[in-house]
């Protein structure tokens, strides 16, 4: 019911925008968070945009440089990358949260897209 889409190769300091097509209810009365996974490494919380009021969080490591943002009409959030870092190279993977309320953890999460490769070469 999620479909991730958007990855790539850039250089540092280069953008992408990454999206994820929801389906089903997942569209309709879900929060939305972009999760990450770099090689070795343990999956964690990127961002957050709730389905209330459109309020987001952000892991400290992409404050300023990502955005979360929705589309309801095209059932789609986005996750705009800019000044990336090769430390922002991961698989991305957007996920649908039940709770209006922001949840971190992964077991706040329903639903999850296949996820998208982000590499950042320096």
């Known amino acids: 019911q999620l479909q991730a889409s958007g990855g790539g190769t850039v250089q540092a300091g280069g953008s992408l925008r990454l999206s994820c097509v929801a389906s089903?209810?997942?569209?309709?009365?879900?929060?939305m968070g972009w999760f990450r996974q770099a090689p070795g490494k343990e999956l964690e919380f990127v961002t957050w945009i709730s389905y209330s009021d459109g309020s987001t969080r952000y892991a400290d490591s992409v404050k300023g440089r990502f955005t979360i943002s929705r589309d309801i009409v095209k059932n789609t959030v986005y996750l705009q990358m800019n000044s990336l870092k090769p430390d922002d190279t991961a698989v991305y993977f957007c996920?649908?949260?039940?709770?209006?309320?922001?949840?971190?953890?992964?077991?706040?999460?329903?639903?999850w897209g296949q996820g998208t490769q982000v590499a950042v070469s320096s």
């Open positions: 996920a649908a949260s039940p709770f209006y309320q922001f949840k971190i953890s992964i077991s706040g999460y329903d639903y």
């Open positions: 089903g209810r997942t569209a309709i009365s879900y929060s």
